[in-house]
Each structure stands twice: as C-alpha cells, then as structure tokens.
C-alpha cells in the first residue's frame, strides 16, 4: 500500500498539474499586459504590468475609460502589504515618495488567486483612487472577464459547456446565453437567428453579433483576462 503521505504528494502534484494561468490585458494605443484592472459600472480601471525589474515601487501607468473615452497618468506599483486573505498593492504618483499611508491602492485577495488550482482567477475587489472607491466586478470560475465600452462580458466553460452573460455598462441584464462553442481562439453562441462572437487575438479581444453572416456589431474590448489550463 502507498503511504499516505506518497498519496498526499500525488493529489496535490495534479492539482498543480491542473490549475490554471490567467493572462490580462488593456488597450491603450494598441494591446499591452495589465497587472490589475477593474470593472465598475461608471468607469474601467487598469494598471500597466511593471517592466521586469527588482525596483520597488515600479512604473506603470494607470488608465482609466469611462464610455468609449479614457486619460492616463503615470504611477507607481508597490510596495504590496499582505493581510489575512486579502493584498492591498500601492499606487503612487510619479515622483512622489511612498507615503505610510498610502491614499491609493489596489485591493486584490490572496485566497481567491489563480495561484491555487481551485481558482480560475485572482479576484481584484476595488482601486482606491483620489477619485473615490471603485468597486470591481469579479465572477468565480469565470474563464473570461471583459468589458467594451457598451457591455460587461462573462463566459463560464466547464465540462465542454459554455456560458455567456452579458450587462449593459448601466448595469442592467444584458443577453444570457448557454449552449456555445469553444474552436481554436473563438467562442460562440447562437439564439433566435443571432451568433455572437467573441474573438481572442494573441492579444486582443473583439466581441461581434451576427445575423445571416452579416456583422451587425462589433466591440472592442478596453480590458480583459482570460484564464486556460496550464
């Protein structure tokens, strides 16, 4: 018989083995990596991924759309402080000193976090900005977040079953779709003679409706993340 602790080390090895990695991105003049971004019913927050270095705070820039419009500044990421299941990351102006504190930050949690296989995301729950408290949208298990200038997007997929679920920036219910189709980078779902797409680029993402083969519409996404098995 193997020993519990061999069988222990098996069972966690293909928890790792099956988890998944989560890659986000924002569309500033063209599509870059995003360390953080946000949701909100008013406004889409992102911050930049840092340049690769050991520099602590780093640089980024910190974009924000409301409606098809959005400003930039540039900021500083880090240093993180960590709590009992939650991570408060620091934002600061450029040029300023780190302040003990801080009167901006990102909170994101380190329990819902893509690190452990029992979560296909890491959860950002608000950015605290001088602009006020921005409340993010998070959806468990989802395999895609995005939002358009128009729609806040969710497509869950588990088990060779997709759901789709979209809501308008106001916050009303939007279309709820399930039934879809997942072939190569486009996901798709069809109902009352309409197809919905939704196109990933390497990256990049687009969300389309259809009728007849005909394009009726077609979104850009401002930012998204998308989580695929490792």
Same mark, same amino acid.
């Given at each position: 018989?193997?020993?519990? @602790?061999?069988?222990?080390?098996?069972a966690?090895?293909?928890?790792?083995?099956?988890?998944? $990695?989560?890659?986000?991105?924002?569309?500033?003049?063209? @599509?870059q990596?995003?360390?953080y971004?946000?949701d909100?019913?008013?406004?889409v +927050?992102a911050?930049?991924?840092p340049?690769?270095?050991?520099?602590?705070?780093q640089p980024?820039?910190l974009?924000?759309?409301t409606?098809?419009? *959005?400003? @930039?500044q540039?900021y500083?990421?880090?240093?993180? #402080?960590p709590?009992?299941?939650? +991570?408060?990351t620091v +934002?600061?102006?450029?040029?300023?000193?780190?302040s #003990?504190?801080?009167?901006?930050?990102? *909170?994101s949690s380190n329990i $819902?976090?893509?690190?452990?296989?029992?979560?296909?995301?890491?959860?950002?729950?608000?950015?605290? +900005?001088?602009?006020?408290?921005? $409340?993010?949208?998070?959806q468990?298990q989802a395999?895609?977040m995005?939002?358009?200038?128009? *729609?806040?997007?969710?497509v @869950?997929?588990?088990g060779?079953?997709l759901t789709?679920?979209?809501?308008n920036r #106001?916050?009303t219910?939007?279309?709820?779709?399930?039934g879809?189709? *997942?072939?190569?980078? $486009?996901?798709?779902w069809t109902k009352?003679g309409?197809?919905?797409?939704?196109k990933?680029g390497?990256p990049g993402?687009?969300l389309?409706?259809?009728r007849?083969?005909?394009?009726?519409?077609r979104?850009?996404f401002q930012?998204?993340?998308?989580?695929?098995?490792?």
């Open positions: 018989m193997k020993p519990l @602790w061999l069988s222990l080390l098996a966690a090895s293909l928890a790792s083995a099956q988890g998944y $990695e989560m890659k986000s991105y924002l569309n500033l003049n063209g @599509w990596p995003a360390a971004w946000c909100t019913p008013g406004r +927050l911050v930049t991924q340049p690769q270095t050991t520099d602590n705070p980024v820039k974009v924000q759309w409606s098809a419009n *959005h400003t @930039w540039n500083q990421l880090g240093p993180s #402080d709590g009992a299941g939650q +991570l408060y +934002l600061t102006p450029a040029g300023q000193p780190v #003990d504190s801080p009167g901006a930050f990102i *909170h $819902e976090n893509v690190s452990d296989p029992a979560y296909r995301m890491t959860k950002v729950g608000e950015f605290k +900005l001088p602009a006020g408290v921005f $409340e993010c949208r998070y468990p395999a895609f995005g939002a358009t200038a128009r *729609h806040s997007i969710t @869950w997929e588990s060779g079953k789709y679920r979209s809501s #106001d916050g219910a939007g279309v709820y779709l399930t879809g189709t *997942h072939k190569g980078d $486009e996901y798709r009352s309409y197809a919905y797409a939704l990933l390497d993402a687009t389309s409706v259809l007849g083969g005909k394009v009726l519409s979104e850009a930012a998204y993340s998308v989580s695929i098995r490792k």
